[in-house]
């Protein structure tokens, strides 16, 4: 009888620790905990337009929102189109993602992501838009970016993120 009792035991336990297993592992895959962030940023198309179906150089493809904390490694978070219409000053381009994990201080940044004069990707700095702010599990967190004109279109440099 205690060999039976022993083995029921370890079937419990490693039931429950199955279970465990598996319960921390849908937290983490479906962002139960992750942080809802909210990112806005103002730019102005005026220096260069953003592209379209007649467009297809020398213009503003989309925006990336990007996790630059590792600086060899740089985290695409989301992929944001041109507004419409992308005409002139726009203020409050906005987005909203769940973030995390990885917790804790963490710098994202916005890059404009546009097309050059041969039709190939080009990037704006991801250090000039950026900003540092702390993650926490299940906090609300809103991020305001200044985008500025001091690039010339022609400075963006070509860049292969991941994504």
């Not at 490694?73 to 994990?101: C, E, M, R």
């Amino acid at each position: 009888m205690t060999g039976i009792n022993v083995r029921r035991g370890a079937t419990r336990g490693l039931t429950t620790i199955a279970i465990i297993i598996i319960l921390c592992w849908g937290v983490f895959r479906t962002n139960v905990l992750a942080a809802n962030v909210t990112a806005s940023w103002t730019y102005d198309y005026g220096p260069q337009p953003a592209c379209s179906a007649s467009r297809i150089m020398n213009c503003i493809d989309h925006f990336e929102v990007e996790d630059i904390t590792n600086q060899q490694s740089f985290v695409l978070i989301q992929k944001v189109p041109n507004p419409s219409p992308a005409i002139g000053k726009l203020d409050h381009i906005t987005t909203s993602f769940k973030y995390g994990p990885p917790f804790g201080e963490r710098t994202i940044s916005v890059i404009a992501v546009g097309r050059d004069l041969k039709g190939e990707r080009v990037t704006s700095n991801p250090f000039a838009a950026r900003v540092t702010v702390m993650i926490r599990p299940g906090t609300k967190a809103s991020l305001v970016f200044l985008i500025t004109h001091s690039e010339e279109p022609s400075s963006m440099t070509r860049n292969n993120l991941i994504g």
